[in-house]
Structures are given as C-alpha cells and as structure tokens.
C-alpha cells in the first residue's frame, strides 16, 4: 500500500510523485484502490474532484465506506456523498445531547475525526463533543465530552474496538460504547492523535512523539 500525504500544495507519495497538484488537501483516506481526500475546494476522489460543499462549509475529515463516502465539516456536520452532492446527514443533526457540544473559545464545535470498524459502525468525533458511535440504530454519544477527543481511530479488524487521543490521555473501548481514559506510560496526558499498529497503540502527545502501549 502507498502512504500518501495531503499538503497545501497537493497530494505526493513518499517519494515525492504528485498525485494532484497545486490543491491544497487537509484529510486523506483510503476505499479499497481509491484514495479520498477533502481540503478548501471540495471532496476529491483519485484526482478528481467529485463534490462541492454548499457555501460557508468547511470540510475537515473524509471516511469511505461500503455504501458511501462520509465527510466531516465544521458546526459539527456529516455529510454524506449522494450521486455529486454532498447531503447533511439528518440523524446526526439529532444526536442526543448535541446541545452541549462547544469549543473553548466559544466558536462552533467541529467534526475533527471519524473512523469506520469492522462491522461498519462510524466513530465520529465531535471537538467538542466526545465520540458518536452512528450504528444501525442511529447516532448515540459515547465518550464524556469534557474528556475532549482529537481523534477516534477505529480497529479495521475488531469489532468494537476503539482508541481516542484526548486531552485526558488515551481512551480505549472493547465494545465501542465503554470507553476507559488512560494515563499510563504517557509523558503528558494532553493527546493529540493516535494510531493502531497490529496490537500496539501509538499515541502522540502534545510534547514528545509517539508512546507505545
């Protein structure tokens, strides 16, 4: 597999090959051959770009999916990829308890990240907000939102098995729902990403780089 990196200037393999220049690319993922990625003008696919937000819509985040392609964007909305239009997701604009959702500076909360597992369950986190696991039933909140989720990563091969880099530490989950916040083994608590290596968690906090667990 090719790792591929969004820049402002475009989107480059490791060696440097463009693959889409001259746009700038903030979020990148991959569906099976295909890479996605969002930045300033739209939703990209492969090169291409695919979809234009509606005016005033900042797109931050894209996760593929079997049936669609999920696209995460400030004032805490999900889109969803429907033909060449990007659709605001109506059951996520009903999550319980979104009323609570905010930032620290007092501006609206955003989508940062969003993951999908094995079953097809997509982990969205909301900064700030905690994570919204959105099932078959619908979106329900999970993680306390003051535990202050940067990012939600979910396990490709496990069902249910979720990590979140948090402002507290590290919060993991065995069944997508219970979340546990970690501090353990971590220099500083304040975590800004995390990744999932077979069984190791990296984690990357504020000061340092990566901790393994």
């Known amino acids: 597999m090719t790792c591929l990196i969004g820049t402002v200037a475009g989107v ?3 060696t ?3 693959l889409l220049e001259g746009r700038a690319i903030s979020h990148l993922a991959r569906r099976r051959d295909e890479w996605w990625g969002v930045g300033d003008e739209g939703l990209w696919r492969d090169g291409e770009l695919v979809a234009v937000p509606a005016p005033g819509v900042t797109l931050n985040c894209v996760q593929p999916s079997p049936e669609t392609v999920w696209v995460g964007a400030d004032s805490a909305r999900l889109f969803r990829l429907e033909g060449d239009r990007l659709v605001e997701d109506p059951g996520f604009a009903a999550t319980p308890g979104r009323e609570e959702w905010h930032t ?3 501006g609206p909360p955003d989508v ?3 993951s999908l597992d094995i079953d097809g369950v997509l ?3 909301v900064h700030v907000g905690g994570i919204v696991r959105y099932g078959p039933d619908g979106p329900s909140p999970t993680l306390d939102i003051h ?6 990563v979910a396990h490709p091969e496990r069902s249910g098995a979720v990590v979140a880099a948090c402002g507290l530490g590290l919060a993991e989950s065995m069944d997508g729902v219970e979340f546990t916040v970690r501090t353990e083994g971590l220099d500083h608590r304040y975590s800004r990403a995390a990744a999932l290596d077979g069984d190791i968690i990296r984690d990357c906090a504020v000061s340092w780089g990566a901790v393994g667990h």
């Not at 535990?147 to 939600?152: G, I, T």
């Open 12 to 14: 480059f393999d490791l």
């Open 16 to 18: 440097g090959r463009p």
């Open 104 to 106: 620290p500076w007092g």
């Open 112 to 114: 940062r990240s969003m």
């Open 123 to 125: 982990y969205v986190n």
């Open 147 to 152: 535990a202050d989720v940067h990012q939600v």
